[in-house]
């Protein structure tokens, strides 16, 4: 090999990288469509592909509850997936016992609840569940739960290529030091985080309340995304709405890709669209721009 070509070669080695990920599309961006049967869990996929020319989805077991055994239900979804060329990356997983309760019992029927979901999340070809951490109790009540249930989880799914992740969601998970100090605790490369732009609400108008009520106090969402980033498995760009120029509103998505693009995350970007004002169809299509213009900002800068 002569001089010259090392050089070339040399000189290629330190050129920037550009800034490169995937896109997936989360079922909840057509949560409406779904829980009207206005198209079917089946349809997911395609859609996907065909419509809106993502090669990647990220599931919801609310759409599917009755399905996590059913290999009729699941081969078809799989032969969709190929068909199309579409990954299948994780699951979402819902409506199941609370992982971070501090009953025993309740964490127990939690983490047995989740078997099947794994299992379900290997046979499709995933690679990941999400799981939630909403949590009641105490915060070191919660912080203990979590890491007992997040450790037996990781030890089913360990074996099967399936990782833990674990989304601020509502409750404790809502503060990016928690779920950080969760993640050291559990210290498992098996268990991860999926940093989501929205849900950082810490206290709602109603105690307990998740979702419905007025939000009181809210967990910094650039903070709360740093601190998760370290232990990313997934990265969910959530949207709501959008100005004139196509930005989100409320949301800095240049921001919070500057902050992806300083870890080392390069994995699927879960476009999940749950605004009100546009359509479910010109949300997810609104998001996908605006992620695409973003990624081009940052691979010449």
């Known amino acids: 090999m002569s001089s010259g070509t090392l050089s070339s070669m040399s000189a290629l080695a330190e050129l920037p990288q550009k800034f490169h990920f995937e896109l997936s599309l989360a079922q909840w ?8 049967k206005e198209i079917s869990p089946l349809d997911f996929p395609v859609i996907a592909r065909k419509t809106y020319d993502i090669g990647a989805v990220e599931y919801v077991n609310q759409f599917f509850l ?10 078809e979804l ?3 997936c190929e068909d199309n060329g579409v990954v299948s990356s994780l699951i979402m997983i819902d409506k199941e016992p609370e992982l971070s309760s501090p009953d025993p019992k309740e964490r127990a029927a939690g983490v047995e609840g989740h078997k099947k979901w794994i299992d379900a999340a290997k046979f499709l070809g995933c690679t990941a569940i999400r799981i939630n951490l909403h949590g009641n109790g ?3 009540q919660w912080t203990q739960g979590s890491v007992e249930s997040l450790r037996k989880l990781s030890a089913i799914g360990k074996p099967l290529g399936i990782k833990i992740l674990v989304e601020n969601h509502g409750g404790f998970s809502s ?3 928690n779920m950080s100090e969760v993640m050291r605790l559990a210290n498992d490369a098996n268990i991860g985080t999926m940093p989501d732009f929205g849900n950082f609400c810490i206290r709602r108008e109603v105690a307990g309340d998740l ?7 809210q967990y910094d969402i650039y903070q709360g995304v740093a601190e998760m980033m370290p232990y990313a498995g997934a990265f ?3 949207s709501f709405n959008f100005d004139e120029q196509g930005n989100e509103s409320g949301i800095d998505f240049l921001a919070m890709f500057k902050i992806m693009r300083a870890s080392k995350y390069r994995g699927y970007v879960g476009i999940e669209y ?11 299509r609104a998001t996908k721009k605006l992620i695409e213009k973003v990624r081009a900002q940052l691979s010449n800068s």
């Open 78 to 80: 799989k032969k969709r």
């Open 29 to 36: 961006s057509l949560h409406k469509a779904f829980f009207s």
């Open 211 to 217: 979702w419905k009520s007025a939000c009181v106090e």
């Open 66 to 75: 009755d399905k996590a055994k059913d290999k009729v239900f699941l081969t």
């Open 175 to 177: 503060s990016g030091k």
């Open 138 to 140: 105490t915060l070191e």
């Open 274 to 284: 749950e605004g009100e004002k546009l359509s479910e169809d010109a949300g997810i």
């Open 236 to 238: 969910s760009a959530k």
